[in-house]
């Protein structure tokens, strides 16, 4: 079984520009939820998605959005990027009900200049 | 507002030699998960606890759950270099309705496991 996928891998952008990623979560899964990694805030929640529904968001600017496909896949984009937003942005997906454990991807690291 | 808590945060070992790392959280849950991650790598997932009193063993490595001292232990024995890592640990808070937290994990700030030779 193939597992999460995310493209880009790696990425350089302009402060003020906008970027979007991708996930490809793992066949069957339905729930992606999207982690911001920085080496001073550590571990961060951005959303879920289900079903192509929000579900739960965590409290990042409204700069940070995300959404989802028919067929599962993820993006988010982040507008008007600051150098703050530098970081490795990880997804995981799961089955998205009851107990679940959710499968992290190889990430994509973002370098704001 | 949901905390979790690891310590130590950086644990230099020797080979051979046993130690645990903590993990303590703020607010009822009974699904905490243990992840490792490597330099410039994703999480790997090691362990997922769902009740109180689990115990679960891979390896040289095993992880305990005791929801009532909202309490995780990752305990390391006879460390090899192998183990040299990052560990989290992320708690899935349970909401008061009984359902799922949809997706989100609050992690520790990560414990840096360095074995040495």
């Known amino acids: 079984k193939a597992g999460v996928t995310q493209t880009p891998r790696y990425l350089i952008k302009t402060r003020g520009q906008q970027v979007t990623l991708s996930c490809s979560p793992i066949s069957g899964h339905r729930s992606v939820s999207w982690y911001q990694q920085t080496p001073g805030q550590g571990l961060q929640f951005l959303f879920e998605?289900?079903?192509?529904?929000?579900?739960n968001k965590g409290n990042f600017p409204g700069r940070f959005s995300g959404r989802q496909f028919s067929n599962s896949r993820s993006e988010m984009n982040v507008s008007t990027l600051e150098l703050g937003d530098s970081a490795l942005y990880l997804c995981a997906s799961s089955l998205g009900q009851g107990i679940d454990e959710q499968y992290f991807g190889p990430g994509t690291r973002l370098t704001v200049t | 507002e949901l905390k979790v808590e690891q310590n130590p945060l950086f644990l230099s070992m020797q080979e051979g030699k046993n130690y645990t790392i903590y993990c303590n959280y703020s607010?009822?849950?009974?699904?905490l998960y243990w992840y490792r991650q490597d330099p410039g790598k994703s999480l790997e997932s090691l362990f997922v606890?769902?009740?109180?009193?689990a115990v679960k063993q891979e390896g040289r490595l095993m992880a305990s759950l005791d929801t009532k001292a909202r309490l995780s232990t990752l305990h390391i024995t006879a460390a090899v270099h192998d183990l040299s890592a990052t560990y989290f640990c992320?708690?899935?808070?349970?909401?008061?309705?009984?359902?799922?937290?949809?997706?989100?994990?609050?992690f520790g700030q990560g414990t840096i496991l360095t074995v040495h030779p």
């Open positions: 998605y289900f079903s192509e529904t929000q579900r």
């Open positions: 606890l769902l009740s109180n009193g």
């Open positions: 607010t009822t849950s009974d699904r």
């Open positions: 992320a708690v899935e808070p349970q909401d008061w309705a009984g359902g799922t937290s949809y997706g989100k994990l609050t």
